[in-house]
């Protein structure tokens, strides 16, 4: 088993900028995919952003691309996602995803063997 905890959510005006951290314990991260995936007041849960298993590959979503960056300090067994320029259209509940294995990267829901409780962030404008 795998246990994910999120922090760094919060409050910030447009433009602003937030550094969420997941801290995994149970088992390494280590050859596994990680990611982060967000979810709206009244929307669904949508893809954010994934690392693959080498930890040399990253996918975004349009959405942050060019905003957002991923990445992992597989020694400290955690990942993070910076989050600059942001917007009120990022508001929502941030949650962490690690990988089944096997699966190069989390883009999908159906690839995530573990989530986080989920980090709330709020931008306004």
């Known amino acids: 088993q795998v246990q994910l905890v999120e922090s760094g959510g919060g409050l910030v005006l447009a433009g602003g900028s937030l550094r969420l951290s997941c801290a995994a314990s149970?088992?390494?991260?280590?050859?596994?995919?990680v990611g982060w995936f967000r979810q709206a007041p009244g929307k669904e849960r949508e893809f954010v952003s994934t690392?693959?298993?080498?930890?040399?590959?990253?996918v975004y979503a349009d959405s942050v691309k060019g905003r957002f960056t991923i990445s992992r300090d597989n020694a400290k067994n955690t990942v993070y996602l910076q989050m600059l320029n942001l917007n009120p259209e990022d508001t929502a509940i941030f949650y962490c995803?690690?990988?089944?294995?096997?699966?190069?990267?989390?883009?999908?829901?159906?690839?995530?063997?573990?989530w986080g409780q989920g980090t709330q962030v709020t931008v306004s404008s």
């Open positions: 995803a690690v990988g089944r294995l096997g699966r190069r990267y989390t883009g999908d829901e159906a690839d995530v063997n573990y």
């Open positions: 690392m693959d298993t080498s930890g040399r590959y990253t």
């Open positions: 149970g088992r390494t991260l280590s050859g596994r995919a």
